[in-house]
């Protein structure tokens, strides 16, 4: 890369010659009356600064609150403010700092905080809205700005397909341009003069010399014309501003998430007109490219593997080399024949995706952001506590603050707020960290308010809320559960044989029941077979297995011989993933095979073990909550699940639910029948023995918590 310009550059009185004002070794300009320059005003450490602004050190400091807070630990622990003494959130005051606004993800910030003092490259992994871009935007309010650069791209008289770069201090460019385009001014009116001084002798000497007044016209046409065309020539040496960060006040920051090639790496736009002295000048058609506009600060890339292959190995240039050319992208453009000098990319680098984004992306840039610095998993929940519900209550005022429309909200509807942040982490004793898709729940509640003209966005508002805001997902839930009950495709009443109502999650926060049934069958074949319909998925697939060895080892049946019927009903185009049914399959399957009916008020969910354990599974919450809407009036729950369960106040009344940890315990409550049931279920109990009373299914060995199936 040159830092220096060619001594045929610039014109200089009508001349080929120097900058006007060339940098010397050390960054000044020669001839200027300041012979070092100083840097912009808010570029200028300032004492005070450096007295009270907080540094790099401070991060993941304890932010104070104005509110009083009690100090009673007893209270502070059961209150969902966390003994916050508050009436609204207009009390609470927002950090400054986008650091201090991050709610929870202590791990993921302070290694924003080594890699900003260090200038490291980041790769956060995570679920959607967790902080990921927040993070980002931190960490470039963290780099120092002082360094930030000007580029500026000159023609190159030798080769006008390859543009130098030149590097200054922030600033400095335009200074440097509008001394050329002063200079090119200065010349212009000389060559004006000029031109109309030959116009006017020529004119002068075909008129009274020759008589002929229309070739004095031809000739001040041609005159002028030639003139022009002089000009643009001159012109072509004003040098292009590539990148300016004259008023940048941090270090940059750069959003390329989705962006095409051109707009990441920096394009050439295309000139339709190449010759006959009408062409743009290849540098004055040089666009920077996101890369490029980072440097000294911070490029964010979410979604990283969405990239094309091309553009991740010249990522991967970029970061490495520190420098990359600008070229045209498009192979049929006339850009395509440009290539500058590098282009300095000394950025911070944050990649950003979810778990499959590591399956997609390219090996080689992963490697390099490994070896030059950190990778991070974003957590989904934080566990529970005053501290965090303080945090919790500051972003509520945070996110009216930063919407600036919004009413602040009172002390119960914060409250409410919390309480879906608990129920949405589907964990005892964690709140959720997924934050945008709760900030749109407050928001959602702020307009309410604000359409109704009210001064404060109450807990009513909230509520109201919740109902708006359904994902699409729970609204096509509900949607079946209503279509089902007028067709009478869901049943909850009575027993009915070889039927049993399931449950299962669409999306991330929405429950919807789905029926299964069973049918046995003599077989047509050679052995008995399994056959499961309604578009199940590889794992749903696994667990039917599973549950043919449950059938095998519980029941007298000889199945040897019968083909085994599981049918799902109405799943949909998007099937059935998860093993989250097993016990539902196993019911039925037991059902079909005894010829015992299953009590159709009754709802389950639950995964299976290949012994009759009865699992944890995910969406519990939900899940109870569909089977309430459904009209059923009992569900079946893994025991390990129990704590978990976090379901809204309308539905606790609504609905008994019943922890299980064994099959066994699954077919005692919900088949019908004294005789039959009695026997089958003390069958189960005497093949199992001792291994029910002694084995405890609510945690596995080690004493961790269950990971849902």
Known sequence: MSNETDDTDVPDEGEQGEDPFPLNGSGA??????????????????????????????????????????????????????????????EIEVPDRLVDQVIGQEHARDVVMKAAKQRRHVMMIGSPGTGKSMLAKAMAELLPKEELQDVLVYHNPDDSNEPKVRTVPAGKGEQIIDAHKEEAQKRDQLRSLLMWIVIAVVAGYAILAMGNPIIAVIAAVLIYIGFQYISRGSDAMIPNLLVDNADTKTAPFEDATGAHAGALLGDVRHDPFQSGGMETPSHDRVEAGAIHKANKGVLFIDEINTLDVRSQQHLMTAVQ????????????????????????????????????????????????????????????????????????????????????????????????????????????????????????????????????????????????????????????????????????????????????????????????????????????????????????????????????????????????????????????????????????????????????????????????????????VGGVTHKIEAAAKAGCDRVIIPQANEQDVMIEDEYKDMIEIIPVSHISEVLEVALEGEGEKDSLVSRLKSITGSALESSDVTKPAGGSEPTPQ
């Open 29 to 90: 300009r020669e001839g200027d009356p300041d012979e070092q320059p100083d840097p912009p005003a808010e570029q200028q450490p300032r004492e005070e600064d450096e007295d009270e602004a907080p540094g790099i050190e401070d991060l993941g400091s304890e932010v104070e609150f104005d509110a009083e807070i009690d100090d009673d630990e007893e209270i502070g622990k059961d209150d969902l403010l966390g003994g916050l003494r508050i009436d609204s959130t207009d």
């Open 321 to 616: 080399e520190g420098e990359f050319g600008i070229t045209g992208q498009s192979e049929r453009s006339s850009g395509a024949m440009v290539q500058t000098e590098p282009v300095p990319t000394d950025f911070v680098m944050v990649a950003a995706g979810n778990l499959d984004a590591m399956e997609n992306m390219h090996p080689a840039l992963r490697n390099r952001i490994r070896g030059y610095g950190y990778e991070v998993y974003m957590d989904d929940t934080i566990r529970d506590s005053p501290e965090m519900r303080r945090k919790y209550a500051r972003f509520v005022a945070q996110e009216v603050e930063n919407d600036g429309r919004l009413p602040h909200f009172t002390d119960d509807a914060v409250e409410e707020v919390i309480l879906e942040a608990r129920r949405r982490s589907g964990r005892k004793d964690h709140l959720t960290l997924e934050l945008r898709s709760l900030g749109g729940l407050v928001r959602v509640a702020g307009d309410i308010a604000r359409g109704e003209g009210a001064d404060a966005t109450t807990r009513e508002h909230v509520l109201e809320a919740k109902g708006r805001s359904r994902s699409i997902e729970q609204q096509l839930a509900d949607d079946y559960i209503e279509r089902r009950k007028d067709y009478e495709l869901q049943v909850s009443e009575g027993h009915e044989v070889g039927r049993v109502n399931g449950l299962a999650v669409m999306g991330d926060d929405s429950g919807i029941m789905l029926p299964v049934m069973a049918e046995i069958t003599p077989s047509q074949g050679m052995g008995g077979q399994v056959i499961a319909t309604g578009q199940l998925q590889e794992m749903a697939e696994e667990s039917v297995q599973n549950v043919s060895a449950i059938i095998k080892k519980y029941t007298d049946e000889q199945i040897s011989d019968k083909d085994i019927h599981i049918q799902f009903i109405q799943t949909g185009q998007q099937g059935v993933d998860g093993d989250s049914a097993s016990i539902t399959v196993a019911t039925a399957v037991i059902s079909a095979l005894e010829n015992i009916g299953v009590d159709q008020s009754l709802a389950m969910t639950g995964s299976l073990s290949v012994r009759g354990d009865v699992l944890p």
